[in-house]
């Protein structure tokens, strides 16, 4: 019994003779709300409790946020974006200083950001129509281009790492879980190819409904949800092994759709291969279980332009980049104009990847483009 005192009499001294701030009624959150930095513990019923608990069992932990649950979520990194904000059953514990909010101001200042980015390192290499872009598990940067060859480079010296010829009318590029979903033939018969990014071989081809332009994974990859441009469709293909791809059932667009981003299993936008249009939103009503279209009016592009394709940034901006003009950047939900981004007029896709470098498939102009701003960690 005195050796379990002791012991509890020291903890209790190293938990309360190490220097922490507390902030009530708060709590500390990445910015997308996944927390993937931190770990959850229970029947932790005091802040004080949840901080003993850190100092006798965690090393170089920044913060925790402890709740009146009894619950203590441990965060061992930062976020590479994140906020704090009020929660009445939360308490912020800080063990460590945050970075100033002005260092890396990601969030905060959009035209910090964007000096940031075009002001940083260019590389530019000479492609034909460069069109779509996606990063792999290598951390390759795929590109389409000339309407039928895949070139990957190293996405920070832009060395090629390898060059693929895939066939005439190629006209989609999309990546998932370590293979490259591409669409092969759109005026009449359509085939999706697979590819593996670990051998570039073709492993599947997949008869498909004609003018497929992107494919999009939900439900851990169970199904796969397709934009079909010529026939104006949005269509859901379940996905029960590698090598079996069923359609399940189609959706009317309300335009010929282009591409499509996944906010989550239960919410994409839209961008339209038309000019004078905006990005249109499809999100599922589980009340009524069925999918609802709506729009973003203040995106619509004008009579000369049209909305390539839309992305989130780590921030929850949404960038639209626009074929004809460049690339307009709004909050989160398109309803307020936040920057105007004419890097180039002729772009097709983008990539957003991490630390905000930003790739550029010039199509008009031939070219790849390349910023990397090096922001290793954004503070607001």
């Avoid at 920057?339 to 905000?356: D, Q």
């Amino acid at each position: 019994m005195i050796l379990l005192l002791t012991i509890h009499s020291l903890l209790f001294t190293i938990c309360y003779s190490v220097p922490f701030g507390k902030v009530n009624k708060t709590r500390f959150t990445s910015r997308d709300l996944l927390n993937s930095e931190a770990i959850w513990l229970s029947n932790q019923l005091t802040p004080e409790k949840c901080l003993c608990t850190v100092l006798s069992q965690y090393n170089n932990t920044p913060l925790f946020n402890s709740y009146q649950n009894g619950s203590c979520q441990i965060f061992f990194s930062l976020p590479y974006t994140y906020t704090m904000e009020y929660r009445n059953d939360s308490t912020l514990i800080l063990l460590s200083s945050l970075p100033s909010r002005d260092i890396a101001p990601c969030c905060s200042n959009l035209p910090w950001l964007i000096k940031r980015i075009t002001n940083s390192s260019l590389s530019s290499i000479s492609l034909n129509t460069p069109s779509y872009l996606v990063i792999d598990d290598y951390n390759y940067l795929a590109v389409l281009y000339n309407s039928y060859t895949l070139n990957r480079y190293n996405r920070t010296t832009m060395t090629l790492i390898s060059s693929t010829t895939i066939g005439s009318q190629t006209m989609a590029l999309s990546y998932y879980n370590k293979q490259y979903y591409i669409t092969k033939g759109v005026s009449h018969l359509s085939n999706l190819v697979i590819y593996s990014t670990a051998t570039m071989i073709n492993t599947l081809t997949v008869p498909i409904q004609k003018d497929p332009r992107d494919y999009v994974f939900i439900q851990n990859g169970s199904i796969m949800v397709v934009p079909i441009q010529t026939l104006q469709l949005i269509s859901f293909y379940n996905v029960t092994s590698p090598t079996s791809y069923t359609l399940s059932f189609s959706l009317s667009a309300p335009a010929a759709p282009n591409t499509l981003y996944r906010v989550s299993d239960t919410l994409f936008y839209m961008s339209t291969g038309v000019n004078y249009g905006p990005i249109y939103t499809l999100a599922y009503n589980s009340t009524t279980n069925s999918w609802i279209w709506g729009t973003m009016p203040l995106t619509k592009s004008d009579i000369t332009t049209n909305n390539f394709q839309s992305t989130m940034d780590a921030c929850g901006r949404l960038w639209v980049a626009i074929n004809g003009y460049g690339i307009k950047i709004f909050d989160t939900y398109g309803t307020k104009l936040l920057y105007n981004l004419t890097i180039t007029t002729g772009l097709n896709e983008i990539v957003l990847a991490k630390k905000f470098d930003l790739y550029v498939a010039d199509n008009d102009n031939n070219k790849l483009l390349s910023y990397l701003p090096k922001i290793d960690q954004c503070t607001s």
